[in-house]
Structures are given as structure tokens and as C-alpha cells.
């Protein structure tokens, strides 16, 4: 499989959805990738099975505030810079890169160093959707080390951290991005293809164009089986009672005409409640999409009387375990949503 000028618009718009109203806007992203794919070709996409199981393997991500990342567009060598020091730092060169993050961003950045590095990307990812912190990941849940790990800026600045566990990797990050200027590539949680086969989430570049080509002509009646229609309607309020808590009212539409339900929101969509119950909660990925384009809006681009459709999709697997909702589900958000858990089954 090839990712190709195309292919992109459907992928990004993808990537978007399991952003779940977070990591990062794709506008800029996804231009960036266009430039990097008409001036070197297309992107081929590997299955991790396709090389062999200690190839090395390059996590490909960028942290930071998102409207610095739509501000700071990075540099052409920057790719290069970052697969060379990580290659100095590790000893051996790396044969694919992965998304360190499928959601929002992060997916087309990804493309764009593959397209200037020339090497491939492995269908698969660490989160399977966007998440806030570097260490709600499931290589962290399979105890793979997240260190040595490679920051860089679009001038070439350098930092490696290492001997840092996942919490450590990302108290370190957010210092060191102060001195950057708020963002910064990242290369961490160094593995091999064997290792991506076992633990990362698998499909997720197909999954992320399957989710967009569905929702490229607006949100069909019935989106399954790329997600499931909560509920369509407008927003009917938002709260912002303390940063970066966010509650947004939709009031249903149509069919949905005499609903209303409220999104819990921080960085990222965090769970919809209808009549004080849990309708979706996270792990599992809430999107909110114009009903008219498909496009997926940021939980910061909301405003009164957009006419939405909540959509959910599923987590991937790792997230339904113990260790996986201690770190990526409600309670890690400050939430305490009794039944949540029977409400996402």
C-alpha cells in the first residue's frame, strides 16, 4: 500500500476523528505532508510482519501547543536532523517509523518525515487515537522503556533523555519545551518491528482512511462500521468553568428532536452523558463532526449552534484493561462517572 497525494485528504481527515477533539488540527499538517509526497513520492505502508522482527523502528511525533504547531510549520531537514541523532544516540539506524500518534497531528506528520526520510511507515500506532500526556500510550501499558528518547527543534537544538520511565519522559518534556518555545519533534519509546507487532495498535493508518473516505461527503444516516451515530443535533451551550475543562450541551435534531446531552471535555472529548448516565466514555474515541462537511472540530474550535453528530468508535483493546483505563480512562481525568464502565460495553 502507498500513501499518495490522493490518499490524503481521507487519511487526515481521519486522523482528525480519532483526535477525538484533540492533538492538533490537520490543516497544516496535512499540507505539509501534500508538499512532502509531491516532491518525493509516495509513502509506502508496511505491516509490521513485512520486515523482520529486530529492525529497528523510529516512533515519529511532535508535543507541544497545538496553536503553536498551526504557527511553527518546522524545517525540511528536520526529519533527516532527527533520524541521524537518533541513530548516533541508539546505534543503529532505523528501517520504518511509526506514528508516535494516529490522532489529529500527528498522522500526517508522521507522512511527512516518511516522504523526506524515505523510509516506510508502519501501519500501526502507540495510542490508536489522540491522548494529552506522552505516557498514556500502549507501549507504556507492554513496560516498554521510553527512553532513549530524541527532542528536537526546527533548528536543529537537540536534547536526549534518558534513563526516564514514561511519567519522568513527560515531566522532562514539558520543561524542555519551555525553552523550545512550546513545541518540539520527539522521538521516544525506541522498539523493534517484533515489538510493534506484539503491543502497538495495529491498522491504524487503514483505519484512519477508512474513517475519513466514510465521512467525505458529510455523516451518512448511518456511519457503521467505521463508527456508531449518538446523536445529531446543534450545540446548545458551552460551559468553560475552569481551564481546561470544557461542557458542551448538544440538543438533538431531527430524529434526535427532545434529546440533550452534555460532553465532558478537556484537551479531548471525555465522555457524553444523557440523563446524568455515561453514554461513551474514554478510552473509547468521541468525535464531534459537522453534519454538513464530515470535518471533525476541535473541542477548542466549538462554538454555539454548530450543527454536529456525535460519533463514537472504539478503543483499541489494550485500553479496556485494568492498567489501560487506570491510564487512559475517566478516572485519569479528574472524572467520576459511576456505570461508566457498563455504559462503554
Known amino acids: ?39 518525493h513520492g509516495p509513502v509506502r505502508v508496511l ?28 524545517g525540511l531537514g ?16 532505523p528501517v520504518a517509523l ?9 498522522g500526517c506528520v508522521a507522512v511527512t518525515w516518511a516522504a523526506r ?43 536526549v533523555v534518558d534513563h526516564a520511565d514514561g511519567p519522568w519522559l513527560e515531566r522532562v518534556v514539558r520543561g524542555v519545551l519551555n525553552a523550545f518555545g512550546g513545541q518540539a519533534a520527539c522521538a521516544d519509546y525506541p522498539l523493534t518491528a517484533g ?7 495495529p491498522g491504524s493508518i487503514r483505519r484512519a482512511l ?10 451518512p444516516e448511518d456511519p457503521s462500521p467505521v463508527a456508531r451515530r449518538v446523536v445529531t443535533g446543534k450545540i446548545a451551550a458551552i460551559e468553560r468553568p475552569a481551564d481546561p475543562a470544557t461542557g458542551i450541551l448538544v440538543e438533538g435534531l431531527g430524529r434526535d428532536a427532545g434529546r440533550l446531552l452534555r460532553i465532558e471535555a478537556q484537551t479531548e472529548f471525555l465522555a457524553v452523558l444523557e440523563d446524568g448516565r455515561p453514554v461513551v466514555v474514554t478510552p473509547d474515541i468521541i468525535a464531534l463532526v459537522d453534519t454538513r462537511t464530515g470535518e471533525a472540530l476541535q473541542v477548542e474550535a466549538l462554538r454555539y449552534g454548530l450543527r454536529v453528530s456525535v460519533l463514537a468508535l472504539e478503543c483499541a483493546p489494550a485500553w479496556r484493561t485494568e492498567a489501560g ?21
Open 1 to 39: 500500500m502507498e500513501l499518495d497525494a490522493g490518499l490524503l485528504p481521507d487519511f487526515a481527515r481521519g486522523c482528525a476523528v480519532l483526535g477525538s477533539g484533540g492533538g492538533g488540527s490537520t490543516a497544516v499538517t496535512l499540507a505539509g505532508a501534500r508538499q512532502a509526497v509531491a516532491e
Open 47 to 74: 505491516r509490521p510482519a513485512d520486515l523482520p522482527a529486530d529492525a529497528a523502528v523510529m516512533t515519529v511525533g511532535t508535543v507541544g501547543s497545538s496553536p503553536v504547531m498551526g504557527e511553527r510549520l518546522g
Open 78 to 93: 528536520e526529519a533527516r536532523r532527527m533520524v541521524d541523532r537518533v541513530t548516533a544516540v541508539r546505534g543503529r539506524a
Open 98 to 106: 511509526m506514528s508516535s500518534e494516529i490522532g489529529g497531528s500527528n
Open 117 to 159: 526520510v524515505g523510509l516506510p511507515l508502519l501501519d500501526a500506532d502507540s495510542m490508536g487515537r489522540a491522548f494529552p500526556r506522552m505516557d498514556q500510550n500502549v507501549l507504556e501499558l507492554a513496560a516498554i522503556p521510553a527512553t532513549p528518547a530524541v527532542l528536537a527543534d526546527e533548528r536543529g537544538r537537540t536534547v
Open 195 to 201: 515489538q510493534v507487532a506484539r503491543h502497538a495498535v
Open 210 to 219: 477508512a474513517v475519513g473516505a466514510a465521512l467525505a461527503d458529510g455523516v
Open 325 to 345: 483505563l487506570r491510564l487512559g480512562g475517566p478516572a485519569a481525568f479528574g472524572l467520576d462517572l459511576p456505570g461508566c464502565t457498563e455504559a462503554r460495553r
